[in-house]
């Protein structure tokens, strides 16, 4: 079972909800990464849950 692709146009135009810096799509995880907050956006189902509650904070290492 594959993972639902992002449409990369969608990924042209999302940025984060805190920082409204860009955001790096992490396919093998499955998250929208916003270095900038420090936090990870879940993916689910091919569409991004942009909302600060459901993402999950990054360690110190950035994963």
Same mark, same amino acid.
């Given at each position: 079972?594959? =993972? /639902?692709?992002? %449409? /990369?146009? &969608? &990924? @042209? #135009? &999302?940025?984060?909800?805190? =920082?409204?810096? /860009? &955001?790096?799509?992490?396919? *093998?995880? $499955? @998250?929208? !990464?916003? @270095?900038? *907050? $420090?936090? +990870?956006? /879940?993916?689910?189902?091919? !569409?991004? #849950?942009?909302?600060? %509650? @459901? +993402?999950?904070?990054? %360690?110190?290492? $950035?994963?």
């Amino acid at each position: 079972m594959s =993972t /639902p692709k992002v %449409d /990369p146009k &969608l &990924l @042209e #135009i &999302l940025v984060c909800p805190l =920082t409204k810096g /860009p &955001l790096r799509y992490d396919a *093998a995880a $499955g @998250e929208l !990464i916003s @270095e900038q *907050a $420090g936090l +990870a956006f /879940p993916v689910r189902d091919g !569409i991004p #849950i942009m909302l600060v %509650d @459901e +993402a999950r904070q990054l %360690d110190d290492d $950035g994963k």
